[in-house]
């Protein structure tokens, strides 16, 4: 049988919740448009939508199931005409869709000869739901009257500004020194790339403003005085990229000016004092489960820099892929970095048959490491162990026991997903990797993850429940066996705390965080890291991802902090409760405005603040297939963060951040016309 390459199969998901008395159910609609009649076929979907292995399933049968990605077969009997409709129903989810990016955003059919077949989906509706679907980031108009006098984003410690002097064209750029040479080259190349038609670099014969640039010893490492006159400006930074973020406020004083003469103005004396409240002001991108090229990943950077945030937190591995090349194991990239039909990765998360994914070269990853030096940026790897590792184990199944029985899964429900920490060849290969990504990354703070391992996992392996039993006993052992085949865990959930995996995460964490000790490295971990209190606290960094009060424990533990609670900071959640909102709802929501005015440390005491690194906001990937989800959900509330970074608290104003936030760029430069 020959189909058209062009989708001539249209499938239609519908969420009705459950009521009082009828239970909730998943539709998918498949509508056959081609001019054929089709048989022997399966419908093979993907998420973020997981339907439950054990859903009871009505209208045709689920044959398998892998996470987000599922497949279907009608019943044997079904000729499904040209013009008709097959409808299968899933009773049973493992998390209820709340946004309409929560249900299957890919499909396609595989045909009787193995062939596939493209098809075109339609974005999941909820029962009695018809809100427009929203995309694009929200527009926060730039007022007639605004409350303050010059633009910029995040505010500073202290503007003291007056007069009031014509736009120039540009700013002529005089460095004194090589430091204040490469401040100026940032600014030129960071404009440039973000607002090629606007010119902010000019010489004086083409209308720029003359602007003298230099270093002065009495002010901090990122902080900045611009000093304003009838002849010109002088910026004055403690160091090359506190002179850069003095050029950055000043070109988007600039830029309020020019675009909106009647709301801004540029000064035409006084000065402006600045420096940051807080010194870890990040942004963490999950690259793993929708990959994003250099180029995206280096406008990304451009976008950190316009808001003055300073560490770039780069999730490279999860379950769905492994993205960075790996000299002495080659298999991670050819086989973790790609999804597809028939590969050992199949689609997922809005992934079709095609071969779908990619990998950064060492190249690329020595590209995108030095613009964030220039941009005064400091880059985290993340290599996610030893949970949501499947990727890494279809490349390298040696790192799981030949023995082990039967299954343990994720939340995200993906099954057996854990390095082997009994086994030696795991550290092996870690080591390796560790040692090659230390070559790459000067940040010389490398990321672990040691999030969300399973309560059941290794249970069915003998190996680690011998090394169990070596350390913890055969009570622990012989308790933590019984979990096999036990789905348990949740989001979030903190019962592996004190239970024999946790006893084998923390002696694996151990080993790890001494062996990037010995290479000079910090070890990074999301807060589960924490669990058994046996990594060395002057050697590690967390980062607390719950909420404020579990961040606060931890840091009267001792432990240095980087919080950002999921429930405000995690930015693929969605702007509202909404279904025409997109993204996730697992953590709750948060729209520019709540995220804006959230106290990420509300109630810490002095001791536990002593702690305290800084804050930054994540960007987990999987609603975001569409680029215009992307912009919905990361801005304005990227700059809402770096706000929150930058200015201290008493400082802070959302109405004066309303008025100003509309000139900020975006990263794909979508809208919406909500």
Known sequence: MTIATKP????????????????????????????????????????????DPAAAVEGGELLSRLSNYSEFAPPADLVLQPGSVWIVKAHGMSFEPQHWTDGANSAYLVLADGSTAPISVVPSRAHGDNAELKRGAVI?????????????????????????LTPPSGLDLAPEGAEAEAAARAFAELTGSLFPVEGLVRPVAEGGLPAALSLSGDLAE????????????????????????GLITLGQILRGAKLHPGTFLFPAGGEIRDEPALGWRGTHLDV?????????????????????????????????????????????????????????IPPLLGSGPQVTGGYYTKAAVREIVALAETLGIEVMPEIDVPGHSFAMLQAIPELRDPNEAGSYYSVQDFPDNCLNPAREETYRVLEVVFDELIELFPS???????????????????????????????????THAKRLNVVTNTHGADEIDGSGAAVLQAEFLARVQGFL?????????????????????????????????????????????????????????????????PGGSWAGWSDPEKLYLFDPIEGWTDAQKKHLRGLQCCIWSEPMTDRGVFDRLVFPRLSALAETGWTRPERKNFKRFEALVGLMPVLYGFYSDQ
């Open 288 to 344: 793993a489960r929708q990959f994003y090229s250099t180029a995206e990943v280096s406008r990304f950077l451009r976008l950190m820099a316009w808001n003055k945030l300073n560490r770039f937190h780069w999730h490279l591995s999860d379950d769905e892929a492994w993205r960075i090349e790996i000299d002495a194991y080659p298999a991670l990239t050819e086989v973790g970095a790609w999804r597809g039909h028939g590969r050992k």
């Open 517 to 581: 000790a010995s290479r000079g490295c910090v070890t990074g971990g999301w807060q589960e890291a924490a669990h058994g209190n046996v990594i060395d606290k002057q050697k590690s960094l967390l980062f607390g991802w719950r909420t404020v009060e579990a961040n606060a424990e931890l840091a009267g533990e001792g432990y240095d902090i980087v919080v950002c609670p999921g429930q405000v900071y995690y930015l693929d959640m969605a702007n509202s409760p909404a279904w025409s909102e």
């Open 140 to 164: 926060y108009p730039v007022p007639k009257v605004a409350p303050v006098a010059v633009s910029v984003v995040p505010w500073p410690q202290d503007v003291s500004v007056s007069g009031r």
């Open 8 to 51: 001539v199969f249209r499938l239609e998901t519908l969420w009705t919740p459950a009521k009082t008395d009828t239970p909730a159910v998943y539709s998918l609609t498949l509508t056959n448009a081609s001019d054929r009649p089709l048989r022997d076929f399966r419908l093979c979907v993907s998420g973020p939508a997981r339907i």
């Open 222 to 245: 990122e902080a900045y005085v611009i000093r304003f006159s009838l002849a010109g400006v002088a910026v004055t930074g403690g160091t090359r990229t506190g002179l850069l973020y």
């Open 444 to 478: 010389k703070i490398i990321h672990v993850g040691a999030d969300e391992v399973p309560l059941g996992a290794w249970s069915g392996s003998p190996e680690a429940l011998e090394r169990l039993r070596a350390v913890a006993g055969e009570e622990v052992a012989t």
